[in-house]
Every structure is written in C-alpha cells, then in structure tokens.
C-alpha cells in the first residue's frame, strides 16, 4: 500500500499534461486521444485501451490474459481482429525484457505497433520490468500514465520518455 501512495505522489511531482511534450506524434495523441471527453470505461487503463484502438483505428490487437476485456473490445469495435501472430496493439498485465524481445525478434511488431501495460505501478518488480523496457534501445517512444504505460518502436522517433497525468 505504501509503496503506490508514495510511487504516485513521486509520479505527480514528475509528470506533466500536453504542455511538457514536444514530440508532434505524442503530442497528437495526447490531446487527440488521451484527453478526449469521451469516456468509455471506468477503468482508466481500459478507457487508454479503447481510446487508443479508436484514435489509431487499430485493426489487429492482442490482448493477453483478459478475456473479459477482449469481450469488451469486441463490443465496442467488432471489426478488430485478435491476432497473436502481427499486431498493431498489444495489451498486457506485464511484460519483461526478454518476452519483449522475443515478441520483437519473431516479427510481431512493426513500426507502429504499440504495447499497451496496464497498472505499471502495481508492484515494485513491475515498475522494475517497466523501466528496464523504457532503457532498451529498440523503445523510441515511453509514456507513463501512472496507470498504464504505453510503448513504441517508431524508428524515425528520437528515443523519449513522457510521464503524462490523464
């Protein structure tokens, strides 16, 4: 319990909105997508999620460990494949180092997939695996929600890390 309180209140001291990102293409998705007024789950890692496959208009997404929320996507989106072999967007619990790069090595990703973590801050050990993915070199672009963190491989973006408040 200490642990979130204190990781949130460092994640406040640190974060920023929209006037702290320099980046056009973070910047766009920021006040595009992740400010939007359009709510669409009370869950804020799940309302990232559906605004994110609706912003990019995503059409391949993976979703790992949640059946519950795939029901939910394919609600709200019916014309999204779930696909494990190429996605546009994965969303998972947690993912570590080396399960990143296997998925990147098979040629799961391409440039502009994202990963999508939810509760980022859940643990220690998951905020661990968190920061150790933002420090590969194949992540150009992190942005950290506190409760979700999303990642990027865009190849013509200079490696950046954001910490947003939504």
Not at 74 to 90: A, K, W
């Amino acid at each position: 319990m200490w642990f979130r309180f204190i990781s949130y209140l460092k994640f406040l001291f640190k974060s920023t909105n929209e006037h702290g990102v320099h980046s056009p293409f973070v910047f766009q998705y920021v006040t595009q997508c992740l400010y939007s007024k359009k709510k669409l789950h009370k869950n804020k890692s799940i309302n990232v999620l559906l605004r994110t496959i609706g912003y990019f208009g995503f059409e391949k997404v993976c979703i790992k460990n949640s059946g519950a929320v795939k029901d939910l996507v394919r609600q709200t989106f019916p014309n999204v494949q779930f696909d494990e072999n190429c996605f546009d967007l994965l969303f998972v619990d947690e993912i570590n180092v080396p399960s990143f790069q296997k998925i990147h090595s098979e040629g799961k990703l391409h440039n502009n997939s994202l990963i999508l973590i939810d509760s980022i801050y859940g643990n220690k050990e998951i905020l661990q695996q968190w920061n150790l993915l933002v420090a590969l070199p194949e992540i150009t672009v992190s942005i950290d929600m506190y409760h979700c963190g999303l990642i990027s491989i865009r190849r013509e973006q200079v490696k950046e890390h954001f910490t947003i408040r939504i």
